[in-house]
């Protein structure tokens, strides 16, 4: 796959800790997507971000979590504080400009917490 | 809120069986529908997608569905599978008034015995 790129694949943390996961669109594409999916679960919605602006967080925790879309450089999504709750394989999806085009997904980063 | 059911979580079949994966959602107005596969390791691939016109849907490696308005389904369907169809499949619906934002599916696990 020649599109989104996620880093790292794997992330293990321990309680109380900082995770930041990464993620690098497909070329020409300048829409950003997070989803969380929960073992033995579908993929949930977290948010939704263009060059620098955030569209929709509505998926988002309130607190600890954070995403973020610079100019330069990848998406980073960054939870604070970890907890066991927050084990799972995090994807990142990206499309182009035009609005409902198919979004096209990493590999996602599994996070577990110790 | 919308939400999408695939009633058959896990589904075990013989090669060159016939394939039918339920999906149904819950929204009464527009929708964009999608089906993704997520072989073992891998990241989510589109399969196929409807957003207006003719609703068989014919996508890759043979698969199609089906969209019936009537019954808020958009069942996936394939004549023969292989063993190499192996993998998780995940339904998703977009509706028109929720932005860019894919609802999934909790995916069926497909395993093709040889």
């Known amino acids: 796959n020649a599109g989104v790129m996620q880093n790292p694949r794997h992330l293990v943390r321990r309680r109380g800790q900082e995770a930041r996961l990464r993620c690098s669109p497909m070329?020409?594409?300048?829409?950003v997507y997070w989803y969380r999916q929960l073992p033995e679960e579908g993929l949930k919605f977290m948010v939704y971000?263009?060059?620098?602006?955030?569209?929709?967080e509505s998926g988002m925790p309130k607190e600890r979590f954070s995403a973020e879309f610079p100019k330069e450089g990848p998406s980073i999504l960054r939870i604070q504080q970890v907890v066991r709750g927050d084990s799972a394989a995090y994807f990142c999806a990206s499309s182009t400009d035009r609005e409902v085009q198919p979004q096209h997904f990493g590999d996602g980063t599994r996070l577990s917490i110790l | 809120a919308q939400s999408v059911s695939q009633h058959n979580h896990h589904v075990i079949l013989s090669e060159a069986a016939s394939l039918e994966l339920g999906c149904n959602y819950s929204y009464g107005g527009t929708v964009n529908l999608f089906w993704y596969v997520q072989y073992p390791g891998q990241h989510l691939q589109l399969l196929l997608k409807y957003f207006s016109g003719d609703p068989l849907v014919k996508g890759i490696k043979g698969f199609e569905a089906e969209f019936i308005k009537s019954k808020f389904s958009f069942n996936l369907r394939k004549p023969s599978v292989q063993w190499s169809d192996t993998a998780e499949y995940f339904c998703a619906v977009n509706a028109n008034n929720a932005g860019n934002m894919l609802t999934f599916g909790g995916g069926t696990r497909l395993m093709v015995k040889p």
């Open positions: 070329k020409g594409h300048s829409h």
């Open positions: 971000l263009q060059k620098e602006n955030i569209i929709d």
